[in-house]
């Protein structure tokens, strides 16, 4: 017996989150998600970003981050942000300016727009996500 399976499959940007979308002809049983390893890496932070000892969240202020001790940021500061594509070549810098209002929600804003699309950040459970799409030698950021 032959059988056809035909999926559909997008990704799906809503609350600030990618979401695979998978169409199949019986719905629930004939998915199979694999991920080319050869050509997707994930980074992730050594550890968790904090505010007052629990996770930090998108909407956490960047001046009000624990790891930043006994020396917290005030505002006026700039996160500078680095990196190289896939081939190894620079990536533009891109200067996050930071303010009393700056969130971890505008960093990843930033490191997105500095990757256009050949990397792809997140954040979840206090932890920086680097999907990076990648063909040759490894993408890196630098903050």
Do not use: W
């Amino acid at each position: 017996m032959m059988r056809i399976i035909r999926h559909n499959r997008g990704l799906l940007y809503y609350n600030d989150a990618y979401h695979l979308v998978l169409n199949g002809n019986e719905a629930g049983t004939d998915y199979r998600i694999s991920i080319n390893t050869s050509s997707t890496k994930l980074l992730q932070s050594e550890s968790e970003l904090t505010d007052g000892g629990d996770n930090a969240t998108l909407s956490t202020k960047i001046t009000e981050l624990d790891q930043f001790g006994d020396n917290p940021l005030q505002g006026g500061e700039v996160i500078e942000i680095t990196g190289t594509d896939h081939n190894g070549n620079a990536i533009a810098q891109v200067n996050l300016n930071i303010t009393s209002y700056t969130t971890v929600s505008h960093l990843i804003d930033e490191i997105n727009d500095a990757f256009d699309g050949i990397a792809v950040a997140s954040f979840e459970n206090g932890k920086l996500y680097l999907l990076i799409r990648r063909q040759g030698t490894a993408t890196c950021l630098s903050i």
